[in-house]
Every structure is written in structure tokens, then in C-alpha cells.
């Protein structure tokens, strides 16, 4: 099922940079701790994390053991599913709240229903061929019946959200190519200043600020992947002076990005890549 993740980890992990897609993550035992930027979210047995737009984070497990790891179902927000299964319910106002794109609280029976059974399909192929979709459906109409309608609803129906979400698909494919925040709003029909506050309120950083983690991830994963030499990454990604590129890795990722290389050649660097 490509829009669901099971995630299984034994032990608590270092801290963890990882790009979250508008999402459910499900907690079923464990403990882990999401940050973005400065905030900090908890999530527990019996409790969801929601993602309503493409965020850069920090993410960890703060409680595993051996014999009972953090287990966790991911399911990946679909906008056409959720602007569809938005369109046939009653209307109801929408509270403006907290404009961050991220947000955690308890797992209700209307949604441990559907997400058991969806686990209980990710074995079987045939079955969930057919059956995933509608479950994934009920999920989401769950969702928006529920206290965490007026957050995922923001996917569909908060102008805002949807241009800075709209800003935040140029830069993840366009992060290697130099662009003027000026042009960024205009592309995505907004203010420069009114660009600028609704990415910091939903994203907890500016655009150049997202550009720059979009580009070291993106290094990262083609320096663990070793597809090419470290000097020639920096440039592939957008980055005209090295020693900037290396000084930004650094403050990042903790290593520079040749001791990264080096670390990943001797099978040092086995860390999970999302959490």
C-alpha cells in the first residue's frame, strides 16, 4: 500500500531530520517526540500526530525496548481524497486555531476501527488492493467528523495553507535553482510579507530557510547513497561555495559532509532516515 508506512524500532534513536508530507501517524506503542522549529510534540500509545503540509523536522524515539518497540502506522493524507470526502459532508465553520502545519491528540474508536483494519490488511496484496482505498477513505472522513476536522479540513479549504503548501512544492523541486522570495509570492498569487508570515506560522521557518533543509537532505541522501563524490554534490544541490555547504551540513547533521561519506563507506552511519 504506497500511502501507508509501518514503522518498528527496537530502541530509543538519536534525533532523526526527516521530510513529513501531510499525514496520520498513528502511535501503537512507544514513545516518540517531534520538533519543528522551535516547538515540540509528544506522541504516545492511543495518540495521532498530524501533518498538514510538507514540513521539515526532528524526530526521535524516546521510548522502545527489545521486547516491546515502538511500533507506528503512517498514513499518508491524499489532498484529492480529503478535498473529495470534504465535499459530501455537512458544512460546519471553521475555528481559525493554531496556524502551525503539525498538531497531536488522542486516538478515538472511530479511528482505532478503520486503522486496525487497515493493519490487518497490509499482508494481504489482494485484499488490500481493494480494500485499502475505502478504508483509507473512512479515515479521512474520520478525521474531519472528529476533533481533527478544522486541521485536516485546512488541506482543502485555507487559502493560506494551500498557497504556502503550493510555494513549498516549488522549492522541494526547484531547491537547486536560485529564486527571489519576490517571485515566490508572486508565482503563488500572495505578498511577499504575507508569504513570508503564513510559511513561518505553518512551517516554523522562512523560505530560504526550507530551501536550505530541502538541500541538505537531499545531499545527505546522495552522499549515504554514494551515487557521487562529495565535491560535485554541493554544486548538483545549489550550492555555489563549498565551504558554505560544509559549514551548513555541519550545523545540521553534526559531521561534515566528508566525514558523512566516510562514515557510510565503513557502515557507520546505519541511522533511520524518517521517524
Not at 8 to 29: A, E, F, G, H
Not at 139 to 156: D, E, K, T
Request: proline residues 7%.
Amino acid at each position: 500500500m504506497p500511502n501507508v508506512t509501518l514503522f518498528n524500532c527496537p530502541r530509543p534513536t538519536k534525533p532523526v531530520r526527516s521530510m513529513y508530507d501531510p499525514r496520520i501517524c498513528v502511535v501503537l506503542q512507544g514513545r516518540k517526540r517531534v520538533m519543528i522549529g522551535r516547538s515540540v510534540y509528544d506522541a504516545g500509545p492511543s495518540q495521532c500526530l498530524i501533518a498538514t503540509a510538507d514540513l521539515p523536522v526532528t524526530a526521535y524515539v524516546t521510548a522502545a525496548r527489545p521486547e516491546k518497540p515502538h511500533l507506528a502506522l503512517t498514513l499518508t493524507l491524499d489532498r484529492l481524497c480529503v478535498a473529495e470526502v470534504w465535499s459530501t459532508m455537512p458544512k460546519r465553520e471553521i475555528s481559525k486555531g493554531d496556524a502551525s502545519g503539525l498538531a497531536t491528540g488522542p486516538l478515538t474508536q472511530e479511528l482505532i476501527d478503520p486503522m486496525t483494519r487497515l493493519l490487518s490488511i497490509l499482508d494481504r496484496p489482494e485484499d488490500a488492493a481493494v480494500l485499502a482505498p475505502m478504508i483509507e477513505r473512512e479515515i479521512v472522513y474520520r478525521l474531519l467528523q472528529g476533533a481533527f476536522g478544522p486541521i485536516v479540513s485546512r488541506l482543502v479549504n485555507d487559502p493560506n495553507l494551500m498557497q504556502v503548501s503550493r510555494a513549498t512544492r516549488w522549492l522541494r523541486d526547484n531547491y537547486h535553482k536560485p529564486f527571489r522570495v519576490d517571485d515566490l509570492a508572486s508565482f503563488v498569487g500572495m505578498s511577499a510579507t504575507s508569504l513570508h508570515r503564513h510559511f513561518k506560522a505553518i512551517t516554523a521557518m522562512t523560505p530560504l530557510e526550507y530551501r536550505r533543509e530541502i538541500r541538505l537532505e537531499e545531499a545527505r541522501r546522495r552522499i549515504l547513497s554514494g551515487v557521487a563524490r562529495v565535491s560535485e554534490i554541493g554544486i548538483d544541490v545549489g550550492y555555489d561555495s563549498a565551504s558554505q555547504f560544509s559549514r551548513e551540513y555541519r550545523r545540521n547533521f553534526g559531521r561534515s559532509p566528508s566525514q558523512e561519506a566516510e562514515l557510510s563507506r565503513s557502515n557507520k552511519a546505519l541511522e533511520p532516515r524518517e521517524l
